[in-house]
């Protein structure tokens, strides 16, 4: 193996989370920085000429590729769990840029009380309506606390939307149910399209509080604090599984990675396979580095200072696995935190609504839309219902594709290929939209990540086995949510509509966002949590874990934007805090 | 290597539409000539490709709806995807144990690649494109909850409204049969208007915005 030159921070991954750590530890602190990437290179340049359905939606060119690696899954712990062999539920990504590279940019916050969860909950309700297996807690970190690093967040992407709530003032046209911001957002809220206006009036009609989706595609030019310039984007509705054509789409490569590559400091290795984390031999309680293998397949050893993971929910919790770092989640008896608190989302078509009228879907961009928040969180009185907790209803404008979207029909049409098939299926082509739902998936006890027993990788390394099903509180949310869907698409003119069936098992077929979190998550206990409230690990005082894996449990909102607030708080507390005293900062 | 098969596809099969050969050299076909084209097949026989056209015909008919599988280019489509990368599962996870009766919410879990299925599928559809209408139907029918039947006829979809960089989508008349403009680069002025009627830029693909574009199944 050969051995190189120490740097003072390594970083494993180099997506949304590795890239901006990388940026800010290498220009506040001045640290030579490593990151290591396992996919391929990536420059923003790279993407005109690239809006094919076939090969980028479909085909799926950019995600990571399973025929090295993938996770096993299964619904509770008596199952044999059975490899994803095929992408179904969730796209991770690959290569310089992560999933950042082809996400649709939707960058709301959480709420307030997500942050709190447990506490909050059990002071509202009282311990019994908790289910009895559920293993939510606090994050450790509130949100008063979060929302300067929401905002330096919001800045470096430029995000496009209406605030609801400025200090305590509710503002009309945002999101009155938000927690409060410190200013309005940088950019204004993007276009909204046809079926998404058509959701807003309905919304309106019926007394709720719609707002459009706060968007990381620009509504107009935006230079952020970094003096990094974008363009407003074009609606062309190739975001989501695409990386941008123009660059309006805030993604790592056009928005962190022209200031890293202006730094000799900083340097990206892409092709390095990371392997394991390796800490020192005395107790373990210091990291000493990483192994890898090099994009020629040789060996290496890369010592540092400071050893940072940032490669997604999967590959953290799984280098912490393989390295033998901290106690891994027994569900049996409770013990152990490496892998626990594995949740997905509530994501569900709610209401497909079928209208006379042409919709001219394919033109929109990845967050372009309106929401409303009035069944979110515990915005709406639980008292007399069978579930906790909520989400928001979503109407996307992300542009529609055929390939994906061609034959979906309404109930009153009995055919699946052939002529009476055809006829309505072009018919019904730009006639169809959907309602979305994005809900809280609590965590519980049988829910987490651990190493499968029977599949390896290609290095012949365990795979990460999920044991993953919903609870009832989830099948009960998406049973009283589906019918205000519905009504909407009702009061939208929808002439037929068709609701969501209900949740069974966790789908893993199914696509239902790219929002796997847990494995690593933090806490204000070690006995209950991987990292401490600054992402740090408990035990080994150099060793961070970035990123979804250190949610604790998932709240209804998309994550991008907390992730990358976490980051900064983190940075924050490393150059701030850390470098002046090595130790543990909670 | 094995001998080259070609399937031809003439004026009167598919109308007055381009079609693409292997090099991807346009040719146009009038009805009212008598010019064919033989487009060399990259994966099926000749006589397997004459069956996907017909099946993939009965799935996606041309009609008075409009144009259907067959001036779509469907089977050439199906070909060199079978042909590329995904016809031999190079991105699938495959290592073993295979578990064949594993429930539906876990994916395809079974070993055959694309290739195979098709392969084993085609087999029993022997003679196929010499049938009537109504016995086509009717053996579709038969097969209509088998893998390699909802395999054909996702691929017909993906034919019809791929770009047709990738083979099918000829002339683009799937996406006129659709309204869908393909990947035209913006929509800012028209996003936030043509409320309730229909906007119908004329299509663009890829050949025409981009002269690089390397499509998937062209990789080794």
């Excluded at chain 1, 397949?297 to 940032?310: H, K, T």
């Excluded at chain 1, 928001?392 to 390939?403: C, D, E, M, N, T």
């Excluded at chain 1, 409230?533 to 990123?547: A, E, K, R, S």
Aim: net charge neutral; aromatic share 10%.
């Amino acid at each position: 193996m050969k051995t190189l030159p120490a740097v003072d921070a390594v970083i494993v991954g180099g997506g949304w989370t590795g890239l901006l750590m990388a940026k800010e530890l290498g220009s506040r602190a001045g640290f030579s920085v490593a990151v290591l990437e396992r996919g391929n290179s990536r420059e923003s340049s790279d993407y005109p000429g690239t809006m094919d359905e076939l090969d980028y939606a479909v085909r799926l060119h950019m995600m990571q590729d399973l025929s090295l690696e993938t996770v096993t899954v299964r619904h509770d712990s008596t199952q044999r769990a059975l490899p994803m062999r095929q992408y179904g539920s969730f796209l991770p990504g690959s290569g310089v840029g992560g999933a950042g590279e082809h996400w649709n940019g939707i960058c709301p916050r959480f709420l307030p009380d997500c942050f709190e969860l447990l506490s909050r909950t059990v002071e509202k309700y009282g311990a019994r309506r908790l289910p009895a297996d559920h293993s939510i807690q606090d994050w450790g970190v509130t949100y008063d606390e979060m929302e300067p690093y929401y905002a330096r967040a919001e800045r470096m992407l430029g995000i496009s939307g209406k605030a609801g709530n400025i200090r305590g003032q509710k503002i009309a046209g945002g999101n009155i149910f938000e927690g409060w911001r410190s200013g309005e957002y940088p950019t204004p809220p993007i276009k909204i399209p046809y079926f998404s206006a058509l959701f807003s009036d309905a919304a309106k009609a019926l007394g709720y509080h719609p707002y459009p989706n706060p968007a990381a595609n620009l509504s107009e030019p935006y230079t952020n604090p970094d003096g990094v310039s974008r363009s407003a984007c074009f609606y062309c509705g190739f975001c989501e599984r695409f990386g941008c054509m123009v660059g309006a789409k805030a993604q790592p490569t056009n928005t962190l990675l022209p200031l890293i590559q202006e730094r000799k400091n900083v340097s990206i290795r892409s092709g390095a396979s990371v392997r394991r984390v390796i800490c020192g031999a005395a107790g373990g309680k210091r990291a000493r580095g990483v192994t890898y293998l090099d994009d020629e397949g040789e060996e290496c050893f890369q010592p540092a200072e400071l050893v940072i993971l940032a490669s997604w929910t999967l590959n953290n919790t799984r280098l912490l696995l393989l390295s033998g770092i901290g106690e891994p989640y027994n569900a049996q008896s409770g013990t152990g935190t490496v892998g626990r608190n594995l949740t997905h989302q509530v994501a569900i078509g709610a209401a497909t609504a079928f209208f006379e009228k042409p919709l001219n879907r394919f033109m929109g961009s990845g967050a372009a839309g309106v929401c409303i928040s009035d069944f979110d969180g515990d915005l709406f009185d639980h008292s007399g219902l069978p579930f906790l907790r909520g989400g928001h209803l979503l109407a996307l404008s992300s542009g529609y594709r055929p390939i994906a979207n061609f034959g979906i029909l309404p109930p009153s049409v009995n055919a699946g290929w052939g002529p009476e098939w055809k006829k309505a299926a072009v018919g019904y082509y730009d006639r169809t939209g959907f309602i979305g739902f994005s809900g809280e998936h609590l965590a519980y006890k049988g829910n987490y990540m651990d190493l499968d027993p029977t599949y390896k990788d290609r290095f012949g390394d365990p795979l990460l086995r999920f044991t993953i099903n919903w609870g009832e509180n989830e099948r009960k949310m998406a049973e009283f949510v589906t019918p205000k869907a519905v009504e909407l698409a009702r009061a939208m003119g929808a002439k037929e509509v068709s609701s969501f069936p209900g949740l069974k098992n966790y789908d893993a077929s199914r696509y239902q966002f790219t929002h796997i979190q847990g494995g690593t998550i933090m806490g204000s206990s070690p006995d209950r949590s991987v990292v401490n409230p600054y992402l740090q690990h408990w035990q080994i005082p150099n060793l961070f874990v970035l990123g979804a894996s250190t949610i604790p449990q998932n709240p209804s909102a998309h994550p991008t934007l907390t992730i990358l607030a976490l980051t900064y708080r983190t940075a924050d507390a490393i150059v701030d805090r850390y470098l002046k005293s090595p130790s543990r900062l909670a | 290597m094995r001998r080259r098969e070609f399937l031809t596809l003439s004026a009167t099969s598919i109308g007055g539409v381009l079609v693409y050969s292997l090099d991807r050299k346009p040719f146009r076909l009038f009805a009212q000539t008598e010019h064919s084209v033989r487009v060399p097949l990259r994966f099926f026989t000749e006589p397997e490709a004459l069956i996907v056209a017909a099946a993939a015909s009965r799935i996606f008919p041309s009609d008075e709806t409009g144009p259907g599988a067959q001036e779509a280019g469907v089977a050439v489509f199906i070909d060199r995807q079978l042909a590329g990368p995904w016809g031999r599962d190079r991105y699938r996870y495959t290592h073993e144990p295979f578990e064949q009766n594993a429930p539906v919410e876990f994916g395809y879990q079974g070993k055959a690649t694309p290739r195979q299925l098709y392969r084993e599928g085609l087999k029993d559809l022997k003679g196929f494109d010499q049938w009537s209408a109504t016995e086509q139907d009717n053996k579709l029918r038969q097969i209509e909850s088998t893998l390699f039947f909802s395999l054909l006829r996702r691929n017909t979809i993906e034919g019809m409204f791929c770009d047709p960089v990738h083979g099918g989508n000829i002339d683009m008349i799937g996406w006129q049969l659709i309204g869908f403009p393909g990947p035209r680069m913006s929509n800012y002025a028209d996003v936030d208007k043509h409320f309730g009627e229909a906007f119908r830029p004329k299509p663009v693909g890829l050949g025409q915005t981009s002269g690089t574009f390397r499509p998937s199944e062209d990789e080794e």
